[in-house]
């Protein structure tokens, strides 16, 4: 006799069925709670980083700032402190100024100017230019580059003359293309220099006044002595009155 076994299958009940579909929705409704919440407290602790930054931030540019207004303040001081320690300039006179070449010179004549009370003078040297210079200038004219030097040298030993006195300079120029005498005191002079030329024969002389012009004398005989002469009875300069 063969018994045949049977199989009953169960079919799951409604309320199982109903029941399966509520635990996953609470699963899933705990989950994204519980992401919600980790974004929450990861924006919160965001917020209190860049809290902090901003403070900090803020503390350092304030510092900052007190450095800068400290700095300012020091440098004002300083430059304030500077500028009550230079001296005060004294006020020149009004309509004041250093008389200059211009001053000197008479154009059109070698004449003693009508009016100039020199008094009684020594004279030192009175002549023209060195002829020596002359001498050589003509020995070198066969070359075209010293030719113009010759030339100069000649109008030189013809048309100019010198006087030195113990009151004043007098350079006088009778060239036809310019006449003039410039007459210079002594105490118009704050500086003299003078460089020996031929072998120390003769030299160039260049006098400085005081208000910053400039005299040439060229082949000085016994430039030297005149050199000492000049320095010996000159002026003081007056940086004041030079800029005038």
Do not use: C
């Not at 079919?11 to 635990?23: C, E, I, Q, T």
């Not at 109008?155 to 006195?165: A, D, E, H, K």
């Amino acid at each position: 006799m063969q018994v045949i076994a049977s199989h009953r299958t169960i079919a799951p009940s409604r309320a199982a069925l109903a029941s399966k579909p509520v635990r996953s929705l609470r699963r899933a409704s705990g989950s994204v709670a519980r992401r919600s919440a980790d974004r929450v407290i990861l924006s919160t602790r965001a917020t209190a980083e860049e809290g902090a930054a901003d403070d900090d931030f803020e503390s350092r540019l304030g510092a900052l700032r007190g450095k800068r207004s400290k700095r300012s303040a020091e440098d004002v001081a300083a430059k304030t402190a500077v500028k009550d320690a230079e001296p005060v300039k004294k006020a020149t006179p009004s309509g004041q100024r250093r008389k200059g070449v211009a001053d000197f010179t008479t154009v059109g004549s070698v004449e003693e100017p009508a009016g100039a009370n020199w008094g009684s003078e020594t004279v030192v040297y009175e002549g023209p230019p060195a002829r020596g210079e002359i001498i050589a200038n003509v020995a070198m004219s066969w070359t075209v580059v010293w030719l113009p030097l010759t030339i100069s040298a000649i109008g030189r030993g013809l048309w100019v003359n010198y006087r030195i006195t113990d009151k004043r300079v007098s350079v006088l120029s009778t060239s036809p293309l310019r006449t003039e005498r410039i007459d210079v005191p002594l105490k118009e002079i704050t500086d003299v220099i003078a460089i020996g030329r031929g072998v120390g024969l003769w030299g160039d002389m260049v006098i400085t006044l005081k208000n910053g012009e400039k005299v040439e004398l060229r082949s000085m005989p016994d430039f030297k002595d005149i050199e000492k002469h000049i320095k010996s009875n000159m002026g003081t300069a007056d940086p004041e009155l030079a800029k005038l």
